[in-house]
C-alpha cells in the first residue's frame, strides 16, 4: 500500500489534510471529513453567531439545548480538564477575548495598543452543568467557553475511524498538525514531518517520525501569536492566571492512542513547563519537546532525531 | 410468692417501657439525621439524570464532571514512533 498525495484545504480556521491509502477511498473519506468538519463548526465554533456554543456562552446562567455532537464535545473538553488537572480547562473562552483573540486568527489584529484588563484565574471546567440524557448544557453567567484544541482533535479522530471504517483503507487526518490515524496503516507507517508551524511544507528539512495508529499532536507558543502594546501573547493560557503560558517549550509532540489525548497532553505540557517532562513519562506518553533555545528532549519511547531514513 | 410475681411484672413493664422509649429515640434520630443530610447533600431539583457540581450523582460513572467517574485517563499509543522510512506528506507543528 503506497499512501496517496494528500488532499489539502482550509477548515475550523486551520489546514484540513486527508491520505488514504488506497485512491479509490478518496472520495469516500473526503466526503466523511466534510461532514465531521462541517458539524463540529456548526456546533463549536467560537467565531460563528449561530452556532451552539456561541448560543450557549450567550445564554450564562440558563439551561440550553444543545445537540448531541455538541454534548460530545463537551463531554471531551470535560474530560481533558480532568485528565490534566485542570491545566487544559474550556473556560478560557472570555481570558482569550480580552487579550485580543476575539475572532478567528486570521483576523486578529498581529499588533494592538495595550490591554487593560484585569486577568486572573478563569472560572474552571467544574462550573459547567452537562446534561447528557435531556440534551442540554449550562454555564454561570460571566463564563464562555473555548473548545477549538479538542473539538479540533476530536473531528479529526472521528473523520478518520468513520472514513477507515466506511472504505476499509487507512486513513490518516490532519486538523492544523494535530493528526489522528484509523485502519491499515501504509508500510512503514504514516511519516510524518515535525515542525514549529504545521503549515510547514512537509518537503522542508527536518525531523520526522512514523506512526501507525492513534493520534499524534503537536501545541507550541511559536504561531497563533499577536502583541498588543509591545507585549507578545499566544493563546495558550494558563487557567490558574489567565495569562498566556510562561515560556519554557517552543513546541511539544506527543503521541497517544487518540489525537484527543495526544491534543490534551501536548498543550499540558506546554502550560506545565519545567514539569512536562516527568508528567509524560509517567503516563507512557512518547513525546519531543523542543526547548525555548531549541534544545531537544524525548521521553517514554519516542525516537532521537537522527539523519532522514530515506 | 405475691410479692415476688408482682416485683416480676413491675420489672417487665419497666423493660417494655424503656423498649418504646429507645425505639421512639431511635426513629427521632433516624429523622434527624436524615433532615441534616438532605440540607448538607441537597438533591437535585431539576432533572433526575442532569449533573451538577454540586450535586454530584452516585450513578454518573460517564460524567467527567462527577467525582464518581471512573477515568481511565490520558491513553499511550500501541507502539511508540518510529523513525521514518518514507518521506512525509504531512506536518504536525503549532496551529
Not at chain 1, 1 to 6: D, E, S, V
Not at chain 1, 222 to 251: E, F, I, M, Q, S
Not at chain 1, 257 to 266: E, G, L, P
Not at chain 2, 8 to 33: H, I, N, P
Amino acid at each position: 500500500m503506497t499512501a496517496i498525495a494528500p488532499v489539502q484545504f482550509p477548515a475550523l480556521g486551520t489546514t484540513a489534510v486527508l491520505l488514504v491509502t488506497e485512491p479509490a477511498a478518496l472520495g469516500a473519506a473526503r466526503t466523511v471529513l466534510d461532514e465531521e468538519l462541517d458539524g463540529t463548526d456548526r456546533a463549536a465554533s467560537r467565531f460563528r453567531d449561530d452556532s451552539e456554543l456561541s448560543l450557549l456562552n450567550r445564554s450564562a446562567g440558563e439551561w440550553v439545548a444543545v445537540s448531541a455532537r455538541l454534548v460530545e464535545l463537551l463531554r471531551v473538553a470535560l474530560l481533558a480538564a480532568r485528565r490534566t488537572g485542570g491545566l487544559v480547562d474550556p473556560t478560557v473562552g472570555q481570558a482569550l477575548r480580552v487579550l485580543g483573540y476575539d475572532r478567528t486568527f486570521a483576523e486578529v489584529a498581529p499588533d494592538g495598543p495595550p490591554v487593560s484588563v484585569t486577568v486572573g484565574a478563569v472560572p474552571g471546567w467544574r462550573t459547567i452543568d452537562l446534561d447528557p440524557a435531556l440534551g442540554r448544557a449550562r454555564i454561570p453567567p460571566g463564563v464562555s467557553l473555548d473548545l477549538g484544541a479538542t473539538a479540533k482533535a476530536a473531528c479529526a479522530d472521528s473523520a478518520a475511524r468513520r472514513a477507515a471504517e466506511l472504505t476499509g483503507a487507512g486513513v490518516l487526518v490532519s486538523l492544523g498538525g494535530d493528526l489522528a490515524a484509523a485502519g491499515p496503516a501504509p508500510e512503514g507507517g504514516w511519516s510524518v514531518r515535525l515542525a514549529d508551524d504545521h503549515a510547514v511544507s512537509p518537503d522542508t528539512p527536518g525531523p520526522a517520525v512514523a506512526i501507525s495508529s492513534g493520534g499524534l499532536a503537536t501545541s507550541g507558543t511559536a504561531v497563533r501569536r499577536w502583541a498588543r502594546g509591545g507585549l507578545v501573547l499566544h493563546h495558550l493560557l494558563d487557567p490558574g492566571t489567565g495569562r498566556p503560558a510562561a515560556p519554557c517549550w517552543r513546541t511539544v509532540s506527543v503521541a497517544a492512542a487518540s489525537c484527543v489525548d495526544a491534543n490534551t497532553a501536548s498543550t499540558a505540557a506546554i502550560l506545565l513547563g519545567s514539569a512536562a517532562p516527568t508528567w509524560l513519562a509517567e503516563r507512557g506518553l512518547p513525546a519531543r519537546l523542543v526547548a525555548e533555545d531549541g534544545r531537544v528532549r524525548t521521553v517514554a519511547g519516542w525516537p532521537e532525531d537522527g539523519e532522514p531514513g530515506w | 410468692m405475691m410479692t415476688t410475681a408482682s416485683q416480676r411484672d413491675d420489672g417487665l413493664l419497666r423493660v417494655k417501657s424503656a423498649t418504646r422509649w429507645l425505639a421512639a429515640a431511635a426513629v427521632a434520630a433516624a429523622a434527624a439525621f436524615s433532615i441534616t443530610a438532605a440540607k448538607v447533600v441537597p438533591g437535585k431539583s431539576h432533572a433526575p439524570t442532569s449533573t451538577s457540581v454540586n450535586t454530584p450523582d452516585p450513578n454518573a460513572v460517564n460524567d467527567p464532571n462527577s467525582p464518581y467517574y471512573q477515568d481511565p485517563g490520558l491513553q499511550a499509543p500501541n507502539q511508540p514512533p518510529m523513525r521514518a522510512y518514507n518521506p512525509p506528506r504531512v506536518s504536525s507543528g503549532g496551529s
